[in-house]
């Protein structure tokens, strides 16, 4: 293989890594690491996360945003705050996302959720629709700046009364690497970029 060919490679092998979304900082951030029997059971603990109370683990009784369970945060002791911390770095911004339904078999109509990071707090809420063929998932994100080497995110129910709450799935944190509101640049300009690299570096070599 040329040396061209061997400075391409590696040039779009950087492009590739460059695009590629950070890992979920996250420990079982879409609740698939705990077995469940039936088409849902209601749980005082999961992998990776505190409760405050028991949640309802969906397994076959609705479809998910993300694979094959998902969360109603109102189990049969009302609603719960589940939580988690992840190791940080002052002063990095970093991305929360998540998707966030309603459990339609029960009121109210409307099912309200906080979700708290660093000093942060968002409020959230989702009016039910759908089936639970279609759960309308609804994705939200926000960035926050972490202020500590470790930070906790808290995601809580505000919907009173047991059994028919927000819906959760899919909850990521990366790190988030566009500070100031600069775009990063697009896979397609990182390959322009790579590619004019490429060819004044072989026209050099062709000239010496």
Known sequence: MSKFLLKLAAALAFITTASTAHANLLVNGSFEDDACAGSFCTVGSLTGWSLSTNVDQINSLWTHADGTKSLDMNG??????????????????????????????????????????????????????????????????????????????????????????????????????????????APLALMGIALAGLGMASRRQAKA
């Open 76 to 185: 049969n002791r009302g609603p719960a705050t589940v939580s988690q911390s992840f190791t940080t770095v002052v002063g990095q911004d970093y991305r929360v996302s998540f998707a966030m339904s309603g459990n339609i078999a029960g009121s109210p109509s409307t099912k309200t959720m906080d979700v708290s990071v660093a000093g942060m707090l968002n409020s959230y809420s989702f009016i039910n629709q759908g089936s639970f063929a279609n759960m309308v998932w609804e994705d939200h994100s926000f960035i926050f700046t972490a202020n500590a080497i470790s930070s906790t995110l808290s995601l809580a129910s505000t919907t009173s009364g047991c059994c028919w709450g927000p819906a959760l799935d899919n909850v990521v944190v990366t790190r988030y690497d566009r500070p100031n509101g600069v775009p990063a640049p």
